[in-house]
Structure formats: structure tokens, C-alpha cells
């Protein structure tokens, strides 16, 4: 009786081609929660009994901030989330990074009786958003820093506090300048000379892979399709003496010939003449 048999040098390839199988098949996750990307960068708020001021030391490190379809490319946020409107690939897609995380330097010295630090925002990249990001119910994610019209000064309550700094994908750099000050703990109103040195944090940003649409205001016009040959001209104003050709070439759009004009185009007047 025959018998056929599969060699252990066939068996090696099959195997390899399954467990690459494997590999591809992960099932893509809805995150819970915003990813950190990356290790932690603590600047460090003090407090200096000798001089009455607060001091901020800031490391040197520079954040990525990186899209989910670049860090989790088979992710998505749970819709519910109040992050994903800002964050998930389907929606605005912004790059972002929690890595920067504002902590108090064990050697600081008490603060004065009823002052409490605030950290302010005294100017930044445009494009740059910051949140304040809470994982734990109820959830937040709430525009701070300036970011959607919202105050550039906030109290801070001391604790490790990690926002989530977010940006357009891309090649660009973004920072933003930061001090920290005491003010009233009651009415929020800052000591004077309390304020920090000014310090500045930075980013690096990369693209999430996706081309970059253009869109553009344009203005179409169109006429009926017709046996005979048309010029379509433009004038500046009713009544013309002076009619120019539109030195466009008509393409086809839903059966009819139509030209594609910048939208500076819309203040001027157009006829179509009539050639032999």
C-alpha cells in the first residue's frame, strides 16, 4: 500500500505561514482610556519659603505627539468616551501625547496659609490643545490652557496631574510657555511676586499616514449640452463693451460641459457666444 508523507523541510514553511497568520489576525481593541505614549516627563513645582516664589523645573525631553492610527493602527475609542470626538481616527484624528505630567518636588517648602498654586498658559502654538483628562467615573476631558476659549490659568491641587496635549498629525513642532504662581485659595486672586521663571515645553509630531485633502471654494458653471460650438466669455460688470474668453477648458460633470473657477470669480458675469 502507498503511503504519502509530508517532509519535515515542507512542515518548517507551513508552520511559518500559519504563525504569521496569527499574527495578522489580532483583533482590533476599543480603548477605555487615552494611552500615555510614551514614558513620563515630570516638570517639578516647588515652593521657596526664602524668596516667596514658586519655581518650575523642566526637563529637556521632547514629546511625540502621535495619532492613535500611528500608536494603536487597529484602535478605536469607545464612541461614548467624552475624548472621542477629539481623538479617534473617525472623527478628528488629533495627534496627542499625556506624557508631560505637572508634579511637586518633594524638597518644596509649605506653602503660605491659604494660598494654593496655579499653573497658567502665557502663550503657545495655535494649533495646540490641552484637556484635563480623568479615566475614572465620571470621565472628563475638558478644554484647559486656552484651548476652545477656556481660561489660561487653572488651580492646581498639587497631585500628579497629566493633561492631554493634542495637535493636527504632521511634521511640525509645537511648544507653549507655562509659569506657575500662588494665589488666594478662596478668591483665586494671584500674589503678587509669587509668579515662576517662565519655562517652556515642546513636541514633535508625525503624520498618521492618511493623504492630506485639499478643499478649496470653487465656482462651477455649467450649460446644457448642445450640437453647436459655444465660447464661454467674462466681463466685469453689466453693461460690457469688453468680453473675454474664459481660457478654461470645459470638463464634463453630470452630462453637461462645466468650467471650474476660482471663487474670486463669482463677483464677475459670463455669456456663452456663439462661434461657427
Same mark, same amino acid.
Given at each position: 500500500m502507498n503511503r504519502s508523507c509530508l517532509k519535515s523541510s515542507a512542515i518548517v514553511p507551513v508552520l511559518t505561514a500559519l504563525?504569521?497568520?496569527?499574527? +495578522? $489576525?489580532?483583533?482590533?481593541?476599543?480603548?477605555? !482610556?487615552?494611552?500615555?505614549?510614551?514614558?513620563?516627563?515630570?516638570?517639578?513645582?516647588?515652593?521657596?519659603?526664602?524668596?516667596?516664589?514658586?519655581h518650575v523645573m523642566a526637563e529637556p525631553t521632547i514629546p511625540q505627539l502621535t495619532?492613535?492610527?500611528? $500608536?494603536?493602527?487597529?484602535? $478605536?475609542? !469607545?464612541?461614548? +468616551?467624552?475624548?472621542? $470626538?477629539?481623538?479617534?481616527?473617525?472623527?478628528?484624528?488629533?495627534?496627542?501625547?499625556?506624557?508631560?505630567?505637572?508634579?511637586?518636588?518633594?524638597?518644596?517648602?509649605?506653602?503660605?496659609?491659604?494660598?494654593?498654586?496655579?499653573?497658567?498658559?502665557?502663550s503657545g502654538s495655535p494649533e495646540l490643545g490641552a484637556y484635563?483628562? !480623568?479615566?475614572?467615573?465620571?470621565?472628563?476631558?475638558?478644554?484647559?490652557?486656552?484651548?476652545?476659549g477656556s481660561p489660561a490659568a487653572l488651580a492646581w491641587n498639587g497631585m500628579m496631574f497629566h493633561p492631554t496635549f493634542t495637535a493636527p498629525p504632521g511634521t511640525n513642532s509645537y511648544s507653549a510657555t507655562f509659569d506657575a504662581y500662588?494665589?488666594?485659595?478662596?478668591?483665586?486672586?494671584?500674589?503678587a511676586n509669587t509668579a515662576s521663571t517662565e519655562f517652556t515645553l515642546t513636541w514633535s509630531t508625525v503624520p498618521d499616514g492618511r493623504p492630506t485633502l485639499q478643499i478649496a471654494a470653487k465656482v462651477a458653471i455649467a450649460w446644457a449640452p448642445s450640437t453647436g460650438n459655444y465660447i464661454l466669455e467674462v466681463a466685469d460688470s453689466l453693461p460690457a463693451a469688453n468680453w473675454t474668453?474664459? +481660457?478654461?477648458?470645459?470638463?464634463?460633470?453630470n452630462g453637461q460641459p462645466t468650467v471650474i473657477l476660482d471663487a474670486a470669480a463669482s463677483t464677475k458675469v459670463y455669456r456663452l457666444r456663439s462661434t461657427p
Open positions: 504563525l504569521a497568520l496569527a499574527a +495578522d $489576525s489580532t483583533p482590533a481593541a476599543t480603548l477605555t !482610556a487615552v494611552p500615555m505614549q510614551g514614558g513620563m516627563v515630570m516638570p517639578m513645582v516647588s515652593y521657596s519659603a526664602a524668596d516667596g516664589r514658586v495619532p492613535l492610527l500611528v $500608536s494603536n493602527p487597529a484602535d $478605536s475609542f !469607545a464612541p461614548e +468616551d467624552p475624548w472621542f $470626538s477629539t481623538l479617534d481616527p473617525s472623527a478628528r484624528g488629533l495627534a496627542f501625547s499625556r506624557r508631560y505630567g505637572f508634579v511637586m518636588n518633594t524638597m518644596t517648602d509649605p506653602l503660605p496659609d491659604g494660598t494654593r498654586i496655579w499653573l497658567r498658559k502665557r484635563r483628562y !480623568a479615566n475614572t467615573a465620571p470621565k472628563a476631558f475638558e478644554p484647559i490652557f486656552g484651548t476652545l500662588l494665589a488666594d485659595a478662596t478668591t483665586g486672586v494671584e500674589i474668453p474664459v +481660457d478654461v477648458t470645459p470638463v464634463t460633470l
